[in-house]
T-cell receptor, first 111, second 113 residues
Framework: KNQVEQSPQSLIILEGKNCTLQ??????????LRWYKQDTGRGPVSLTI?????NTKSNGRYTATLDADTKQSSLHITASQLSDSASYIC??????????FGAGTRLAVHP | NAGVTQTPKFQVLKTGQSMTLQCAQD?????MYWYRQDPGMGLRLIYY???????DKGEVPNGYNVSRLNKREFSLRLESAAPSQTSVYFC????????????FGPGTRLLVL
């Protein structure tokens, strides 16, 4: 079964600290893996997209990694800010109309 | 540029009522999508339109219909709402069906009593 599982479900960190969010998938065939940020009450916004051959991709303080062999990805947030409080969604694409969305990790950054 | 806009933002329906969710994008994108997001679950694709004049079913199309009115607008219709359709609905668009980045609207919260 094609699934995307994210951990932890929720996370609380202090402002300025780093954190890492995990994504494991059992999706086949694999086209690409995406990370989205979703603020409360808003639509998701794309952070990174990685294909099979890419193992690291950065977007400012966000760095995503991909291990296609173990079917794992992580999103690392450096020097967290209050504005990083959001849900982070891992999405694995089988093809253009077959995106498998994870349930997300809810991150809260406290001052 | 407003990006992707959706109306209404919030709606309450009684079981059996019908309604249409509206979506428009001003990015000259060819492809548009409708998703639903339920608590504890990932977004699921309801319908998509690869280009103006075409529509196709996604993962959970039952109980919904769509219309690609023109290049800018893509509407989602619930003919006879059911409590199971209580959800948050997101519209998204992308440059073309192969383009990887989808841009999402702010969502419509629908409650069916």
């Amino acid at each position: 079964k094609n699934q995307v599982e994210q951990s932890p479900q929720s996370l609380i960190i202090l402002e300025g600290k780093n954190c890492t969010l995990q994504c494991n998938y059992t999706v086949s065939p694999f086209s690409n893996l995406r990370w989205y940020k979703q603020d409360t009450g808003r639509g998701p916004v794309s952070l990174t997209i990685m294909t099979f051959s890419e193992n690291t991709k950065s977007n400012g303080r966000y760095t995503a990694t991909l291990d296609a062999d173990t079917k794992q990805s992580s999103l690392h947030i450096t020097a967290s800010q209050l504005s990083d409080s959001a849900s982070y969604i891992c999405v694995v694409s089988r093809s253009y109309n077959k995106l498998i969305f994870g349930a997300g990790t809810r991150l809260a950054v406290h001052p | 540029n407003a990006g992707v806009t959706q109306t209404p933002k919030f709606q309450v329906l009684k079981t059996g009522q019908s309604m249409t969710l509206q979506c428009a994008q001003d990015m000259n994108h060819n492809s548009m999508y409708w998703y639903r997001q339920d608590p504890g679950m990932g977004l699921r694709l309801i319908y998509y339109s690869a280009s103006e004049g075409t529509t196709d079913k996604g993962e959970v199309p039952n109980g919904y219909n769509v219309s690609r009115l023109n290049k800018r607008e893509f509407s989602l219709r619930l003919e006879s709402a059911a409590p199971s359709q209580t959800s948050v609905y997101f519209c998204a668009s992308s440059g073309n069906i192969q383009q990887e980045t989808q841009y999402f609207g702010p969502g419509t919260r629908l409650l069916v009593l």
